[in-house]
């Protein structure tokens, strides 16, 4: 069959070659995200509009119609931020800094939701989350300080449109009616002062330890004077 | 001297072989070789060579040059001899030379001195060759004989699936990953791609059809307007003697067994495809060919009507209440699907009728020897209607559409210059309309007018009986609160979109092939190539819009949610105010494009060896609506330069080792024309409706439709206006828009391992250089036309239809095609949302034995393993079968883009193909053929989708693209017999009886890939464990254990998103606007009974 035996180890040689370029040039699934989580963002939100920290000034400029309040993220976990009297500064808006009561926090990546809570279907504002284990947030109020854990609703949000995911943190719970139906957020208490912490970790095993400050203002008032 | 003499002869035939092809034409195929005297193995100038054969008018002469080499051109397809006359020499002759389509043989042969004394007095006739040693283009040449002998499709486009690396996709046939739009087709040298939307405009029987020549990949200069391969089909031509043939095939659906029921779990409405209920797929006709005037003037003429009839049967069934657990559905536990029952009196068949014709004709005159001309036309106008949509009333779920494409073909081939010079001119005509042409029905006792009436489509879960008067009783809801018949995804109202088009254009070619010797053989080519298309389309939406009920449809207020969501309109500058033009904004835009080529190239034999061909082609294409001052693109830099090295490592012909690498640029399809320039605005709304909605959706009687209730009024509207203008009459293009291209390189090895029997290797690279897509950063409102990645920052006019170089009004805005801000839904957050550059990636190997048909045989055989990665698809998306060339979604929403990085729609990592026939000699006046054709792949991937808001359903990828896993692995076995009696010569009747799918299987190849109909954003980077969560019984709860972050996935307003009970279950693909959907299971065995008398 191979009378010219010069010409089939040529061949053979130059298949193995292309056989090799191939195994090369053959692409894999993506592998999977081995980084270690960060903390991007901590915003607090009535839903019509939201103020922030952020530690990538990128991510959010007041260009980009951001309210972006002083305070700090360390994308290692630790963020501090102070919400504005929202009528002091705009005199128009229909409410005021209390009503940031629901706040999301953004990291890196996506996260093992277990490590954020222990309910996997409340994850609406409808109802509330129970937060995992470790997790705790305290309120302060003229120095006393109460573990308002159990109250609060913290969820896993593993959805961004930008990347990382986040944990939806409802501080002073929901409201509920007596049939346990949701019927509004509570509001932040006016001048406490909220520490969230905890350790939060990716499907990777990573940890996240998460330690936020957040200054509710002054003003009680749902609606600007 | 007698010894070495013979031995020399017996070699001769082992150098028949391919030679260097970019020297022959499209339509037809060239020899070339080189005379020896058979005593002293020393080239012989001077030596006659003449090839003669029945496709021939005449004959073909060339006459040897001082290194004994000839070279004759312009040879159709067939059959050849050549004879060689020289003064002092035996006259010599071979026969059974085969010219393939585009291809060049290398014939050598030596002649006899008249004085040498020996037993060989000619040369002996060669084989049929295997490899193309002068090219390093890949694909297939499917000849005549194939066709007849093995179980294939009844048209050319269906035969180029035995292509390896080919693959049927939703819009035809695909190659090495790119997606069929991206082809070229190519009849009798003109272009008949659809000019708008890049799919098949002509498609005609194998009964026509001379050859078919696919070329997968990295062809020449004198080819472009394609980044995927080019389907090359030549036409029969007449003869000097008259033959033709009478025939029928008939594929009856009584003889196919039931299909397998597509289960769409617990829905109330049950659909299968019931072929054996009446189906069939029929054509039957003539053709003859023959001399007007004997080698002067040929004809050829063919008809054949085409019929096609699918069905369909619809039933209503009733979900039963587990009797354990009240209030839920029963289980099947094998299935995990819901237990149904089906509702006596239901059932109904609707046949898919799609009837027509097929007419071809041609003239071929010769001159001279050296000049000829060719005139062709072909005509296939076709109606059909069918039951688009099985989940809806008849009215909306009922199609019908006309269509008939034409082309008008002249071609005039002249040889100079002692015939080293070859001139070849085109010019041609290509015509192709449809229309829209819904027929009325009545629902509920109500005449609905399907152009007045609106499209509802109802998301959310409903009672059938919502919908439907009269309805069983076994679908009323239990005391438990059980409802046994739910819908969802229906529609109802009018047909939605309605439309006519006319498509046109005009070609022409012209090209100069040189023949000369400088360090070697050149054969140069070169050649310009105009086309000037138009679209001209009138559309609208019936009774003026698309209503779409949202997923959050009952709202706390207890009122029921319904969007606009498709309307033509323009709305006022605050959003306060629509101009609907009394209710029906019909659009009638005709876009034009021209597109030029110009390009040269060269085969170079360096050595008898080694080879080069190399050549480069510049492409410009410009685009405009017509009867407007701008010219929206005009693109004039692109540059494809291509480049083949063969070498032929035996020296005898008996194999190579190739590499090539070439650049390849699309013509945008006129689809962008239309859309993007030609004033398409759309308008959306939302509407709040309380009490009964009436589900008619008719405008003009039915009180409650949702069409009727009021728009939501400024600020309260989810859209924040009124009225949410989308796009602007006229997109902008980025300044420095270049062409999209996808680059091809390759190599291969292959070996004659016996005459006529051919092994090889082949590694076909493909990567997607650059994409052209229309974008936004906005989420869909403005958009503009860039090259994603690559655009540079542009400014555009305050109204953002027009490109600006200054604003000295400060009004303008800067766009910037890198990224933009774009809003979070679900926290509010602005953030910047870069585009990605567009990637697409194909690594294929390829074994491949190949057996040409000789000895009562024919073989073909081949092995690919590839990978095609990537997150852009190509001219259409296979989720939700959006055919919009380079105006796809792909880009429009920067919310969406993350995920869409993984193994894409064709990523079938196996694919298998054994095609083989066998002719038994049984008499002089009788034979028997047996033919059989196995393919077996893998499936394709399987994602994990959900719905935009505005953009409806499959648009977000939840997951990384491929994370639901992959369809089955499946197989099928398909064979042909057939018998030819020679009645008395020339008459020949023949009976073929093909079976497909023999064993009958019925894999599932496509299924429901929307994990939800809720809104919902990616989870970007989200893994999952096996990537097979899709596979399992119950593939919810399968993708949500693999991929546990499905377990917190939220809707874009916060709530817990509802899974589709039919995610991951066999399903029909989501169908093109013309054509067949793609089936849920593989088509069961079906039976072509074929007659024909040839003469």
Request: with cysteine; charged share 15%.
């Amino acid at each position: 069959m191979f009378s010219n035996s010069r010409s089939f180890r040529r061949l053979a040689l130059l298949g193995a070659l292309g056989l090799a370029g191939l195994t090369t040039a053959c692409d894999p699934y993506v592998a999977a995200d081995t980084s270690k989580p960060t903390l991007l963002t901590v915003l607090a939100t009535d839903t019509t509009h939201p103020e922030m920290v952020t530690s990538v000034a990128a991510n959010a400029g007041a260009a980009a119609g951001n309210n972006i309040v002083q305070g700090t993220v360390d994308p290692k976990g630790t963020a501090s931020m102070t919400l504005e009297d929202y009528c002091t500064k705009s005199g128009s808006a229909a409410t005021s800094g209390d009503g940031l009561n629901t706040w999301y926090i953004q990291v890196s990546k996506v996260l093992d939701g277990a490590s954020v809570t222990s309910d996997v279907t409340g994850a609406s504002a409808a109802t509330t989350c129970k937060a995992a284990s470790g997790i705790k947030l305290t309120r302060t109020v003229a120095g006393v300080a109460t573990d308002v854990t159990s109250a609060a609703s913290v969820c896993f949000v593993p959805t961004s449109p930008d990347g990382g995911s986040y944990l939806l943190v409802y501080p002073e719970g929901v409201l509920v009616d007596a049939t346990g139906a949701f019927v509004s957020i509570n509001p932040l208490l006016p001048s406490a002062t909220y520490l969230f912490t905890g350790t939060v970790k990716d499907h990777n095993n990573n940890s996240l330890p998460l330690n936020i400050t957040v200054t509710a203002p002054a003003v009680s008032t749902a609606v600007c004077p | 001297m007698r010894k070495k003499l013979l031995r020399f002869l017996w070699s001769a035939p082992l150098a028949l072989l391919f030679a260097a092809g970019p020297a022959s034409a499209q339509t037809t195929g060239s020899v070339i070789g080189v005379i020896t005297d058979a005593s002293t193995g020393k080239p012989v100038a001077g030596a006659l060579v003449v090839a003669t054969s029945s496709n021939l008018q005449g004959e073909q002469t060339a006459v040897t040059d001082g290194s004994g080499s000839y070279r004759i051109s312009q040879l159709p397809p067939g059959q050849y001899k050549l004879a060689v006359q020289l003064e002092g020499y035996k006259p010599a002759e071979r026969s059974d030379i085969t010219i393939r389509l585009d291809k060049t043989i290398r014939a050598n042969l030596a002649v006899v001195p008249e004085a040498v004394q020996m037993e060989e007095q000619v040369v002996k006739t060669g084989i049929a060759p295997v490899i193309n040693v002068g090219s390093a283009e890949t694909g297939t040449v499917i000849s005549k004989e194939f066709v007849a002998n093995v179980p294939v499709g009844r048209d050319f486009q269906s035969t180029a699936v035995v292509t390896p690396g080919a693959q049927a996709d939703t819009y035809g046939i695909s190659f090495n990953g790119a997606t069929s739009p991206e082809n070229s087709y190519i009849l009798d040298g003109q272009n008949v791609t659809d000019p708008a939307y890049g799919v098949l405009g002509s498609n005609i029987l194998t009964n026509f059809v001379e050859e078919v020549d696919v070329k997968s990949g990295s062809f020449m200069p004198e080819y472009g307007r394609t980044t995927a391969g080019i389907i090359n089909v030549v036409t029969k031509s007449g003869s000097n003697e008259f033959h033709g043939s009478v025939f029928g095939n008939i594929t009856p659906g009584f003889l196919s067994p039931a299909s397998k029921q597509v289960a769409r779990n617990g829905e109330a409405i049950g659909s299968e495809t019931a072929f054996n209920h009446g189906g069939y797929i029929a054509d039957f006709g003539a053709e003859i060919g023959g001399p007007i005037a004997k080698d002067k003037l040929w004809f050829y003429v063919g008809f054949a009507p085409v019929l096609n009839r699918q069905v369909t049967r619809r039933f209503y069934q009733a979900a039963q209440e587990d009797p354990n657990n009240k209030g839920s559905a029963l289980l099947d536990p094998t299935t995990g699907q819901a237990v149904t029952k089906e509702i006596a009196g239901t059932s109904k068949y609707y046949n898919d009728d799609n009837t027509g014709y097929q007419l071809t004709s041609k003239l071929t005159y010769l001159f001279n020897e050296n000049h000829s001309f060719t005139a062709a036309f072909y005509r296939a106008p076709s109606n059909r209607s069918y039951l688009l949509y099985p989940n809806a009333t008849e009215s909306a779920g009922w199609a019908a559409y006309k269509e008939n494409p034409n082309d008008l073909i002249g071609r005039y081939t002249g040889k100079f210059l002692d015939k080293h010079l070859v001139l070849e001119a085109q010019g041609g005509w290509h015509h192709q309309t449809t229309e829209s042409d819904p027929k009325s029905y009545t629902v509920n006792g109500t005449a609905i007018d399907q152009k007045t009436t609106s499209e509802v489509i109802w998301q959310r879960t409903h009672d059938l009986q919502q919908f439907f008067t009269g309805i069983s009783s076994d679908c009323n809801v239990t005391a438990d609160g059980f409802h046994p018949c739910t819908v969802s995804q229906f529609r109802t109202g009018g047909f939605g979109f309605l439309e006519t088009l006319k498509l046109d254009r005009y070609s022409g070619k012209l090209s100069a092939t040189y023949l000369m010797e400088l360090l070697g053989h050149h054969a140069w080519k070169a050649g310009i190539d105009v086309e000037r298309s138009s679209y001209d389309h009138d559309k609208t939406y019936s009774g003026g819009a698309i209503v779409r009920e949202r997923t959050t449809a009952l709202t706390k207020s207890g009122t029921y949610r319904f969007q606009d969501y498709r309307q033509f309109a323009v709305a006022s500058p605050d959003g306060s105010a629509i101009d609907t033009l009394g209710g029906t904004y019909a659009l009638h835009v005709t876009s034009i494009t021209n597109s030029r080529a110009y390009y040269i190239q060269d085969s170079w034999s360096i050595l008898d060896t080694l080879t080069l061909n190399a050549g480069v082609r510049f492409e410009t294409q410009d685009m405009y609506k017509q009867g407007s001052d701008l010219t929206n693109f005009n693109i004039g830099d692109s540059v494809g330069p291509r480049i083949q090295a063969i070498w032929d490592f035996t020296g005898q012909g008996r194999g190579k080792v190739s590499a090539n690498w070439g650049r390849f640029y699309e013509a945008l399809p006129l689809d962008m024309g239309d859309r993007s320039f030609g004033g398409e605005t759309q308008v959306r709304d939302y509407r709040n409706c309380t009490g009964i909605i009436n589900p008619n959706g008719d405008l003009t009687q039915v009180a409650g439709s949702p069409r009727l209730c009021p728009v939501m009024v400024g600020s309260a509207s989810p859209f924040g206006v009124t009225y949410a203008s989308y796009s602007t009459p006229v997109v902008p293009v980025a300044p420095d828009l270049k062409a999209q291209y996808v680059d091809m390189f390759g190599g291969g090895i292959e070996y004659e391992i016996l005459p006529d029997f051919s092994v090889g290797v082949t590694y076909e690279g493909r990567r997607l250089g650059r994409v052209v897509e229309d974008m936004s950063t906005n989420d869909g409102v403005n958009f503009f036309i860039a090259n994603p990645a690559e655009s540079k920052p542009f400014l555009v006019n305050a109204a953002g239809d027009k490109v600006v170089t200054s604003c000295p009004t400060n009004d303008c805005t800067k766009v910037d095609p890198s990224g933009g801000y774009s809003t979070d839904s679900v926290t509010g957050r602005t953030y910047f949302a870069k585009e990605p550059a567009p990637e697409r990636k194909y690594d294929g190997i390829t074994l491949e034995l190949k057996k040409n048909f000789s000895n009562h045989w024919l073989g073909q055989a081949s092995y690919t393993y590839s990978s095609f990665r990537g997150n852009y698809p190509g001219l259409f998306r296979t989720e939700n079968a959006q055919l919009d060339p380079n105006i796809l979604s792909e880009y429009d929403l920067p919310s969406l883009l993350p995920n869409k990085n993984g193994p894409m729609p064709g990523d079938r990592p196996h694919q298998i193909k054994l095609y083989g026939a066998y002719v038994w000699d049984l008499s002089k006046r009788l034979n028997v053929t047996t033919g059989a054709a196995f393919s077996a792949r893998s499936g394709t991937p399987i994602n994990v989708l959900g719905a935009h808001p505005d953009y409806g359903n499959s648009e977000a990828f939840i997951l990384p693209r491929g994370s639901g896993g992959r369809t089955p692995f499946n197989t099928q076995l398909d064979v042909l017999g057939s018998i030819d009696y020679v009645i008395a010569q020339p008459y020949t009747l023949k009976f073929t009886v093909s079976v497909f799918n023999l064993l009958n299987q019925q894999e599932t190849l496509n299924v429901d890939q929307n994990y939800t109909f809720d809104t919902v954003q990616p989870i970007v980077g989200g893994q999952c464990a096996s990537r097979s969560g899709a596979s399992s019984k119950d593939p919810v709860a399968g993708v949500q254990a693999d991929c546990p972050d499905m377990k917190y996935l939220t809707t874009t307003d916060g709530r817990p998103v509802t899974p589709n009970k039919n995610y991951g279950r066999p399903a029909i693909a989501p169908a093109p606007t013309y054509g067949y959907a793609p089936p849920a299971f593989q088509v069961p065995l079906q039976v072509r009974l074929g007659v024909a008398l040839t003469f």
